[in-house]
Structure formats: C-alpha cells, structure tokens
DNA sequence: GGTCTTTACTTGACAGCGTCAAGATACCGG
DNA sequence: CCGGTATCTTGACGCTGTCAAGTAAAGACC
C-alpha cells in the first residue's frame, strides 16, 4: 500500500534530499532553497531544521549523495571503454567530464559551492572514493608500479580545470579565435611522457 | 582641498567598485552585498541600480577590474623570473597561483562566481588580456612557432584545476595519503612533451 | 538670472531567504 | 493508559535584492 504521509512524514530526510536533487537539475543552483526543498517534500519551512544543520547540512548530505552518482558515471564510462589502459583512463575522464557537463548543478555543489562543509565526515568518504576511481585509472602509468601521486594530481587538476573551464566559460569556443582540443589529446601530453625528463629544480624526491 | 561628497557623490560607481573590492578582501564573497556596499560608500541602498545592473552588474564591473589585477600578478612573476621560455611559463603559473590563494575572493568572482554576467564586453576584454598573458608564455613551446591552443589549453586546465582544488579542498594535503606535487612538476609534463605522440586512441602503452 | 529638464539619490515598500522560539501533534516505551 | 520525546507547524526577526515614487542638485536654454 502507499505511504499515507502522516503527519510525521516518516523519512523527511530522505524526502528532503530528494527534493533538492530534483530543484538542483530543474533550476541550477539558485533554485535550490530550504524553503522550496520543504515545500515540495510537503512540509513546514522550519521542518529541514530537525534534520540538517541549516542549509549547509542539507547541501553537504546531497553533495555527499552526488559523490556516488559522479562516481558510478566514471565507472560507467570506464567499463564501456575498450579493455586497454589508455582507453580506460580516457574513460573515466569522459566520465569526469559527462558529469560536469550534464548535472552541473551537482558538480557545482561538489566542486565550487561554498555553502557545503568540506570537513563532513561521510562527505569525505564519499568524496575519497570517487578520487580512488581516477587514482586507480592512474595506476598503470606509474613508472614505479605503485600510485604516483605526480600522474594523479596532474591529470587531476587537468580534468578538472578542463571541466571547469568549459563550465563556466560556456561561450569561450566563440571568444578564442582557436578551437578547443578534445581532452584526450591533451591527456596523452601527461601520460605519455616518461618521468625522466631531466627537472632542474632542486626538488627531492623522498 | 577635499572633496566635501555632494549629496550628488560625484563619482559613485568608482567609490562602489572600491567599497566592493574592499569587501570581498575583508570577509569573502558571502560578505559583498549591494547594500553593504552602498553603505560602505556613504549612499542609500538603492543609489547602486542607477549604475550598475543590480548586483550582478556590479559583481561584473568589480571582476572586470580584478581581471587587472589577475594579469598584473601574472606579468609581475613573470618579470621576476629567469630570462629563459621554461622560467617564464612556470612564473605566470605562479602568478596564476599566488593570485589564486592571496586573492581568494576576486579569484572566486573570476571564475567561479555564477552572478557574474560573463558575457559582458568589457569583462570579456579584460579576460582576453588575462589569456593573453598565458598565451604569450606558451607560445615558445608551441612546435610550429605560432599559436598552439593544443598547449595553451592543456597550461591552462592544469594551472586552473591545480588552483581550484587546492583552493576548494584545503585539507586536500591531510586527506590524501600523498604529498602534493609542486606544479612545477606537474606543468613539466605538458611542455616537455613533443607533439609527435601517434594519437591513435586504441593504442595500449604498456 | 531665472526657469526647466535631466540626472542622482532617498525613502519606503515588497517578497524571498535562513534561522530562531514557542506551541501543537503524533509516536513510543513504560 | 500515560508521560516523555521526537517531529513538525506557526510566527517572527533581520537580512537580502529590487521596484516605485518622491526629492534634491546639477546643467541647459532663453
């Protein structure tokens, strides 16, 4: 039988977070609001207090939530790719980037916002996770067969500057006279690239 | 003498952008409002509109003069480094940087902001300057001797999510098990590299 | 020099926001 | 059955951006 909502909803926060899924991929991040979430989970305004720690508890527990669906897009893209490393690198990416591109609210909120508590603990977890996805597409480049954290944040920030700059600057193919290359090519620039190059500064590397 | 302020200001937009920059340096975005600022410059709430676009017009008008800033900073490293092509990339990277961390907030309004209209002539100048910067330093590693957004880009991405997640994840260095890379390092990956790579994608490296 | 128009600013109001305090309601363990 | 407690509602507060109407000053024109 359906749920009669009682008037104790029952599981407001689930509701809730539902809710704001829902206003996130409709609006973008401003339609997003406490009271609007309360009004389409059919309660109060005040209700999201008992349950989140004000607005910011709310955003945090859906950035948390959309931390899975980021990761499970990577996967995806992953796991349709040809059965090479190269392939599955560009895989993930493409995930990375598919994810940015088509819930840009929900990479917004994991990325940018400044409304969302960084330091949450299942936060954290889920966030972690979802870098273990790219870090472990990473591994087979790794000169020494263990992670290298240089190929990881290299190809991190590149992914991610990527996603970003064709986020925010959607009109930029316009503004620069030059097309954009596919990521892909500027990937190959990282991986490609043996370790070897003969660095001058004087770094050690412990 | 000194200018007894009219009840007409006499100069209310400049004396508004001010008063902006000086909020966002004191307390981050969150504490730049129009009528903070209108007070701030000794008006009423409302004598903003009269100038600016509500208040995204006046984010717009604050991040065009920011972009200013943002290329002053990159040109200032620039200058400051050896007089070698790889010294001066990697200096307007850290330009790039330093401007990203000592100037969190006109950082943010640049490139994150979503209350910025973007397509705005003046601000789309001033970041075109900005780029140009970027460019210029790119350009002694491009394999043809001109233009190559192939590199300009992938720069470009990787200095940008470098910024961002280091500015957005400051606790990055404590939740990753890994020490992060100067990026230097990382940035040696992309220029380092000829182009000669056969991009075919369904190749394996192994 | 005295109007008259135009620009610059003020005042007041409105809806929407997050948040707190107090009251009502339904569940739940004894 | 009953009291306690978690859950939700109602109402209010100060803040935000924005609009409408009124006022003051500056400049133009004769």
Redesign the pocket.
Known sequence: MTKEL????????EALIHAGLQLLAEGGPSA?????A?ARA??????????FD???GLLTAIAARAYQAFSSQMIRHREAAEPTDVARLVGVCQGYLAFAKEDSGLFHLLFVSSDVAREDAALMQASGLAYQVLRDACLPFSPLGQPDPEIEIAVWSMVHGYALLGLNLPDSPKRMIVQIPEFEVLLKRIIANPVETPLALDRDIS
Request: hydrophobic residues 35%; positive net charge; without cysteine.
């Open positions: 009682p008037h104790h909803h029952g599981n407001l926060r997003l609001t406490l009271r609007r309360a059919g309660v109060s305004h005040a209700a999201p207090a008992h349950h004000g607005l910011t």
